[in-house]
């Protein structure tokens, strides 16, 4: 049994010589090739492996495939029994190759084999993983167990084994996840469904650099990407009542984020998701062979539409606009102007009752009696000692107080409004910007 290795390679000229030079060296006899999938590189990745490992097989593509499009371009090529992923900073220790090939020789079930993926300071970092319920985060295991072969969800696709045999029952890596993330948690849970288990191999040890500072350039690019991945899987693999915890777990935690990068991640990805759910829902059919109920197609829109709606109210909370200046104490004026404002009709209101000796909200079916000794002694006896005149200046005056408190409150309101446009706007020009990330 031979192992053909697929690396894709995307602006790693810093770690790949170490990759291939580990891989050389400690893969023995069951190398079959190295194959290196440059993914449109900026740097030069492509120029280093071409002039010191010649041997090994390059392919430069001319635009990102993202990490599922590179596996299957080396896949398409490769010869072996055996195809091994590999990431282009994980450094392979002596025997690796020799464990994941005897696990496959001795395990005629296993279609889907992982190693044990170190830090750089040697300690654990994988030994396989499981999806978390209900969110769906993906969890990885870091204890080594008994040291045997043992069944686990998913193996990270750093360092994943998948037997000829598998990969032409199961078939190619969904290009859906890009540029990265649950791509190889779908393609075991894909294999499974066919009856092919998936394994942690624990004698296959590889160190794991974690190179990549990619999430450090642009992090809401970065969290969208492993959100629209998460909302991706979710909706591939999960059945209606899973989907009624997830979508109550993902409301939960989007009432308590308190970073703007995660709420603005959401909003990008909920709306991505909702755009593709046909093709995603047409993917679902294809690699699990189920065609969704019309009720679970609904379930997916209102629950990713509610997602969208209270993540971009989060994230225009949350927004630190720079195009205005922050009026945090807008809200507490409005409240105390709106408390005046009835403080004063409630004045007016007595006022008017005092004048008119009379409630202005009294039935109109007075007493006769009542309404003439009102009119005809009452009032001309308040005109006569001048009460009315005072009354009715109090009047004005409250009037006056009044419409001065509507004008600021239809100042406060064009200001409140005008910051809600700003932020607004401003989210708007995110969402814009990462329309085609």
Known sequence: MYASVVIPVWNGASVVLACLEALYAHSGDGLREIICVDNASCDESAALIADRYPRAHLICQPV??????????????AQGDVFVLLNQDCVVQPDWLAGLLQAFET??????????????????????????????????????????LRSVEYVTGAAFAIRRQTWQIVGRFDEG???????????????????????????????????????QIDLVRHTTNQHLARYRFVTKHFGSRELGEFFEAEEAAIGVEGYFDQAIARVIAARDTLRGLADILERRRTDLGESLPPAQRRQLQVGFTQVLRQSFAIAGRLHPSRSVEPLSDLPEAWQAANQQSQKLRQQEYDLLTRIYFKSPSTDCSEPALRRLFRLLVLRPLS?????????????????????????????????????EIERRLALLEILTDYDYR
């Open 383 to 419: 005109f006569l000692i001048g009460r009315d005149y005072l009354l009715l200046a109090a009047l004005n005056t409250m009037h006056v107080a009044r419409m001065d408190l509507i004008s600021r409150q239809m100042d406060l309101m064009d200001q409140l409004y005008h910051e």
């Open 177 to 215: 996840y890009y540029p990265a993330y649950y791509e190889e948690s779908d393609y075991c849970y894909r294999a499974r469904r066919k009856g092919l288990e998936t394994a942690h191999v624990p004698g296959a040890r590889v160190t794991h650099l974690c190179s990549s500072r990619e999430w």
């Open 107 to 148: 395990h005629p079930e296993l279609g889907i084999a992982g190693c044990t993926v170190l830090n750089p300071n040697g300690t654990l970092n994988h030994t396989g993983a499981m999806i978390r319920r209900p969110d769906a985060y993906g969890m990885h295991l870091t204890d080594i167990g008994e040291g045997q």
């Open 64 to 77: 990102n495939l993202g990490f599922a499009g590179g596996v299957n371009a080396g896949i398409d090529l």
